[in-house]
C-alpha cells in the first residue's frame, strides 16, 4: 500500500503529443494532481517536479523526446523528471541521461501514486475529456489493441484491450451535451475491436452514442479495415447519421495482398474497395483519411503498383504516407529492408499520385481530417 506524501506540490506537465487517447492520460493526469492539491504550473523552471507525457512511435519522435528532456533537464536542473507514456516501453535508451525518477507506461500509470497521492489515487481519477482550448471533446473508449501487425512496437507499451462499459462512453456524451458541447472525437488505439474483451461491440457502442437526443457531430477514430469489414452496416448507418461527422479513417498501410499478409494485416482489399465506393454511394458528403506505409521489405515494384492503383481509384480527402522504419523487437525487423532512396522515390510518386487523382476527381476535395 502506497503511503500518502505530507507535502503538495508545483508540477510542470509536458502535454504535447499527436496521440488522441495518450494526451487524455496526460489530461487526466493532470485532474489528478489537481484533486491532490498539487499546482500545475506553465514553466518547467516553477517547478519541483516535471512530468513529460510521451509518444514514441516513430524514429523522429524519439529524437524529439530526447530533445525536450535534455531541455527540460537544463530549464529546472533541481526538477524531480517523471516519465509517462510509450517512450519507457518502446525506447527506453532515449530516457538514460534524463536519469527520471518515475517512469510510467500507459499500463501502470498508478505508480504516480508513489510520488503524489495525498487524498486521491490515481485509479480513482475519472477521466478527463474536454480542454477549453481543445476544438473537440476527446471521449475515450478504453485503451489497447488487439491487432499483432508485424511492423509495429506500440502494442508493447499499450497491451491488449481494456475497454470502458457502453454505459459510461454514452454518460460522458450526455453530460457534455448538456454542457452545451458538439463537437465530439471517439478516440482509441483500435476503435474497431472494442467489446471484444466485455463481450460488446463497435456497433453497440455506435447505437447507443446515436440514440442520444440532442444536437452534436461525432468524428470517429481510426477504424482497421477488419473492422470496418466487419461492421460495415453499422459504420455505414452511423455515417448516414445527423450525429456523425462523415468521415471516415481507414489504415489502408497497402493495397496488395501479399504485402498485407506480410504486415499481419489479410483483410481483403478487393472487400475493402468495394465497401468504399458502396459508402461513396450511400452517405452524400463522406469523406475518407488513409493511412498508406510504403517501402515495406516485401512491397516490389508491382505491389507498390497496386497501392497507386487504389489511391487512383479511391482518392482520399486526408491521406497520411509513413516510410518503413525497422522497429526493434518486431518481426519486420529481422526482414531484408528497401534501399532508403527507393522508399523516398515512392513516397514522392505516391504523393504526387495522390493529387493528381484529387485533382481529376472534382467530387473529392482535399481537406484536414475532421474538418466539416
Known sequence: MVSRVAETYSVYVGNKVGCE?????GLRVINYLLL???????????ATHVVLNTCAF?????????????????????????????????????????????????????????LFFRLVRFEQTPDYQFQESSERVLVPIGRGCAQRCSY?????????????????????????????KRRFLLAGDDLGSYGLDTGSSLAELLSAIDDIPGEFSVLLGNIHPTWFLEYFGAIKAFLGSPHASKWLFLPIQSADQAVLKAMRRDYPIEKVSSAIEDLRRSVPGVRFYYDIMVGYPTEDDAAFGRTLDFIVRHPASCMTI??????????AADLPTVDPQLIRKRAKELQATYAAAVHLDKSVKIARWGQD
Open 36 to 46: 491532490n492539491g498539487h499546482s500545475v504550473v506553465e514553466n518547467p523552471r516553477e
Open 21 to 25: 487517447s495518450t494526451t487524455l492520460e
Open 58 to 114: 516513430l524514429p523522429s519522435h524519439r529524437k524529439a523526446i530526447e530533445e525536450r528532456l535534455a531541455g527540460l533537464c537544463a530549464e529546472a536542473p533541481e526538477a524531480q523528471l517523471v516519465v509517462m507514456g510509450c517512450a519507457g516501453a518502446i525506447a527506453p535508451d532515449i530516457l538514460l541521461a534524463s536519469r527520471p525518477v518515475l517512469v510510467c507506461g500507459h499500463r501502470d500509470l498508478g505508480r504516480l501514486d508513489e
Open 152 to 180: 509495429c512496437s506500440i502494442k508493447r507499451s499499450i497491451g491488449a484491450i481494456r475497454s470502458r462499459p457502453v454505459d459510461a462512453i454514452a454518460g460522458d456524451f450526455r453530460r457534455n451535451v448538456a454542457f452545451g
Open 322 to 331: 509513413a516510410r518503413f522504419s525497422s522497429e526493434p523487437g518486431t518481426d
